[in-house]
Structures are given as structure tokens and as C-alpha cells.
């Protein structure tokens, strides 16, 4: 099966500074990858999500990634705000998906 | 915008037990999939459902659990005979099922608390 790791488990940004997660998927056959954004106690918000078809996805501060030769994908935050502290999850898969392990990103004001 | 709807929002049990988590998919989509977060990790694939069948399923869903439609609006997830380590939140998530039925939103969640 899929198996999708995510690093790294913490990171902590200045207010205004970039914010970069990454992510390495094993099954060549998952063409489906979103981003998750989970606020303490709240369920995960699908925040972008990409598909095998493209390179690069971009949403207004947030972008997103995919190396499919490398099997890697990328959460790329741009002038990251306080309310963007939360844990993100990556995923990959086809029909079901198969989730990362978590980062938790703290924007310090 | 419609959201997928669950419920209880917390559920108390003793072990042994049994429990059905109710869940509202958004009422176009077509995949529906039942997910666990125990507190702290990383969220769990347990089973996705299409066309009144599971699709697939994990290793965690094992005969302790199963899943039904039993009406157009309502999908569940029964866990008989409840053990500690289910403690955890459930989630239940839709798909539209557009594109292979990747694209999933996910409810609230059920805290589960098993004594």
C-alpha cells in the first residue's frame, strides 16, 4: 500500500517568512495529493490539493508541488500569518488516501 | 456552502459495548470513507463506501466494524463490542467522485471515549 512521509514534524516561522513542507510518497500508481490544515480540536480543512497531471498548483499565499519522477510534493506558505499556525497533513493516493504524519506550524508574531 | 454532518459529537462507552457513529455525506457526492485520528497522530484510512459497497478497506477495519447506507442521507459506522484503544476521534468524509472519487470533505469528527 501507499506510505506518504512528511517532514518535518515541527517547524517554526517568523510572521511574514515562508513556510515549506515536504512530503515523499512510495505507490507510483497515487495520482491524488491534498494538503490538510487541522486547527486544534477541528476537523481537516482541504486547503489545496494536486493532481498527477500538473507540476505546480498555487492558491494565493499557498502553493503546492509534485515531482511524480521523485515521488515528492511540496506545501509551499507565503507570508505566513499567525492564523496559519495549525498542524498540516499531506496525503497521497487514488481513491483512498493515505495520510503524512503531520507538521506542526507555529507562526511566531 | 454544504458540509458533511456528524453525529454525536462526543460518545462516552464502556468496553464491550457497541456504537454507531452517524454521518450526513454532502448529499451529491458519491464516496463516502470513515477515518480515526487517535489524539496526537496522524489521521487513519479505516474504509471508503461506493455504490452501497466498501471500495476498500484498511487493516484496522476488521470484523469489529461495519458500515452502512441504511438510508439515502445517513451513512454509519458500527463498532461492536468496543475496546480501550478505540478511544479516538472519527471522522467521516464525501467525495464528489469526479475524478476517481479522490477529492474528500471531511465532518466534524466523533470523540470516542471508551472506559
Not at chain 1, 84 to 104: E, I
Not at chain 2, 54 to 82: A, H, W
Given at each position: 500500500g501507499e506510505n506518504v512521509e512528511q517532514h518535518p514534524s515541527t517547524l517554526s516561522v517568523q510572521e511574514g517568512d515562508s513556510a515549506v513542507i515536504k512530503c515523499t510518497y512510495s505507490d507510483?500508481?497515487?495520482?491524488y495529493f491534498p494538503w490538510y490544515k487541522q486547527e486544534l480540536g477541528k476537523r481537516p480543512q482541504l486547503i489545496i490539493d494536486i493532481r498527477s497531471n500538473v507540476g505546480e498548483k498555487k492558491d494565493q499565499r499557498i502553493a503546492v508541488t509534485l515531482n511524480k519522477t521523485a515521488k515528492h510534493f511540496s506545501l509551499h506558505i507565503t507570508?505566513?500569518?499567525?492564523?496559519?499556525?495549525a498542524v498540516y497533513f499531506c496525503a497521497g493516493g487514488y481513491q483512498k488516501v493515505t495520510f503524512g504524519t503531520g507538521t506542526k506550524l507555529q507562526v511566531i508574531p | 456552502e454544504p458540509e458533511v454532518t456528524q453525529t454525536p459529537s462526543h460518545q462516552v462507552t464502556q468496553m464491550g459495548q457497541e456504537v454507531i457513529l452517524r454521518c450526513v455525506p454532502?448529499?451529491?457526492?458519491l464516496y463516502f470513507y470513515w477515518y480515526r485520528q487517535i489524539l496526537g497522530q496522524k489521521v487513519e484510512f479505516l474504509v471508503s463506501f461506493y455504490n452501497n459497497e466498501i471500495s476498500e478497506k484498511s487493516?484496522?477495519?476488521?470484523?469489529?466494524f461495519s458500515v452502512e447506507?441504511?438510508?439515502?442521507?445517513n451513512f454509519t459506522l458500527k463498532i461492536r463490542s468496543?475496546?480501550?484503544?478505540?478511544?479516538a476521534m472519527y471522522f467521516c468524509a464525501s467525495g464528489p467522485?469526479?475524478?476517481?472519487?479522490?477529492?474528500q470533505y471531511f465532518g466534524p469528527g466523533t470523540r470516542l471515549l471508551v472506559l
Amino acid at each position: 500500500g501507499e506510505n506518504v512521509e512528511q517532514h518535518p514534524s515541527t517547524l517554526s516561522v517568523q510572521e511574514g517568512d515562508s513556510a515549506v513542507i515536504k512530503c515523499t510518497y512510495s505507490d507510483s500508481a497515487s495520482n491524488y495529493f491534498p494538503w490538510y490544515k487541522q486547527e486544534l480540536g477541528k476537523r481537516p480543512q482541504l486547503i489545496i490539493d494536486i493532481r498527477s497531471n500538473v507540476g505546480e498548483k498555487k492558491d494565493q499565499r499557498i502553493a503546492v508541488t509534485l515531482n511524480k519522477t521523485a515521488k515528492h510534493f511540496s506545501l509551499h506558505i507565503t507570508e505566513t500569518q499567525p492564523e496559519d499556525s495549525a498542524v498540516y497533513f499531506c496525503a497521497g493516493g487514488y481513491q483512498k488516501v493515505t495520510f503524512g504524519t503531520g507538521t506542526k506550524l507555529q507562526v511566531i508574531p | 456552502e454544504p458540509e458533511v454532518t456528524q453525529t454525536p459529537s462526543h460518545q462516552v462507552t464502556q468496553m464491550g459495548q457497541e456504537v454507531i457513529l452517524r454521518c450526513v455525506p454532502i448529499s451529491n457526492h458519491l464516496y463516502f470513507y470513515w477515518y480515526r485520528q487517535i489524539l496526537g497522530q496522524k489521521v487513519e484510512f479505516l474504509v471508503s463506501f461506493y455504490n452501497n459497497e466498501i471500495s476498500e478497506k484498511s487493516e484496522i477495519f476488521d470484523d469489529q466494524f461495519s458500515v452502512e447506507r441504511p438510508d439515502g442521507s445517513n451513512f454509519t459506522l458500527k463498532i461492536r463490542s468496543t475496546k480501550l484503544e478505540d478511544s479516538a476521534m472519527y471522522f467521516c468524509a464525501s467525495g464528489p467522485g469526479l475524478a476517481g472519487g479522490e477529492t474528500q470533505y471531511f465532518g466534524p469528527g466523533t470523540r470516542l471515549l471508551v472506559l
